[in-house]
């Protein structure tokens, strides 16, 4: 979510940024609207997008059996571990979200009603296709869909009520109702975003610009108009209001005209837009692990990894056959360093006192199976479209910094699982696009993990990794449906 959050501020600032020193000026005010429009909601769906989705995000290779049963082994050796999870403050804001959300549509509600409350008093009749409301409320004339509200025509000169009747047909006409509805329903659902108020301000000053070319080439006469309206009370916010937008910029915007050459500057909308298709998307390189030697950088993060072990041949005990059998091993390289800071393994740290004031054998603070619990869930959806089997996910490493969250992770990709005791050929390799999906799927999920309670050595919070058997058979699909394991 938070990644999703900075690629849509990005591509809103960067787009008002090109709007505020190119365009706002201009007097191509049908273009200036789209362009607005559609970079608000491009803004909102982009970061969502995937263009490019493919096999570069898996990383590592897929562990084979003798890895496997090593893992096991170590498993085995292992210290337990209990879960503890912080959801605290993203609770917080979670509920503080919501409570913004309803106090928005609140207001909003609020706001119509007061225009259905004027409709309802006032003294209504027919003036063409125009339901035009008296309401003697000393408000300047405002409109929605084909409804006239002011405060009494009689106040008007027979020129001015023309002003006024073809003001606000340009408004209905040009449809500036589907705009009020778009930003009024972002309001609620992004009501802590400040851009989408600028957004807001810059529609309707542009909505008033295209109503203002009803002037007739009068800009004089229709500007004291302007000024004597701006005297009076203002209207709802969904609402198209004569004197809401500031009066000295629209009497300006009157008699402005811009040049051919000006008119270049809306082909800046084609770069703007694959600037943002490349950085702001969700494309593959958002979660690209970039490696050189045993140096890897991922999302800002810099690691540094140990070389790999030599190979060497281990002797196990079949526990089905009971004869012993000779397999080569070798360890994988392991993470030492998170930006030059050392990275614990979780059997190295020192555990957290638990409920009753003793010394915890949990070092780490929470169980790995609470993440495995975490991924599956989050992932049954995407899951179920493989075929009725026992499945693993592979992984080799998952580092956790010193706040908690998920930093650095290894993901393989999803196989069928194979006992490494038995005599099963090899399995099928899953169909490429599901795996793609899923690979997706995973990275956004662990990305965007709550954060544990972080490891400690000597009461200070340090980085730590889990090891790679944290995946070993971790689900089922049985009749479409996920069953953990």
Known sequence: MLQYLLNLTATWLLSLLVFELFLKKETYHAYNRIYLLSTFLIGIFLPLWGWNTDSAIITGTVQNPIQQLAAVKQSIAGVSQHSNFSFTWQQFLWYAYIVGVIVSACLLIFDFSKIVVLYQVGNKYKKGRWTVVETVKGHAPFSIFHILFVDSKEQYTTE????????????????????????????????????????NSRLMLLHEYQADKVSGGKPAVYGKFLVEQAMLHTAPRLAHSFNRSPIKTRI????????????????????????????????????????????????????????????????????????????????????????????????????KKNEMGKPSNNPAGFNKDNIKEYLITNLAGDLKSLLDNDYTMDFNYIVIDKNGKIVYFEYSGVRIYRDPWGDKPEPKKIDKVIQDKIANKVYDILNNAPAHSPATIDGNDVPFYLVENLFINPFTIKNGKVIKL
């Open 160 to 199: 001015q009520w023309k002003i006024i009747l073809d003001h606000e047909a340009q408004h209905a006409e040009l449809q500036h109702i589907i705009d009020q509805l778009i930003l009024q329903l972002s309001r609620i659902i992004f009501w802590f975003h400040p851009l989408v108020y600028i957004y």
């Open 252 to 351: 300006i915007m009157l008699s402005r005209h811009s040049s051919f050459f000006a008119k270049t500057k809306t082909i800046l909308f084609i770069p703007l837009i694959f600037i943002c298709a490349v950085c702001f998307s969700k494309n593959q390189y958002s979660n690209k692990i970039e490696k050189n030697g045993n140096i890897a950088t991922y999302r800002g993060n810099k690691f540094e990894f140990s070389e790999a072990g030599p190979k060497d041949t281990v002797i196990v005990l079949d526990p089905v056959t009971g004869k012993e059998k000779t397999l080569i091993a070798q360890k994988s390289p392991v993470p030492l360093k998170i930006n030059g800071e050392r990275i614990y393994n979780y059997n190295d740290l020192e555990g």
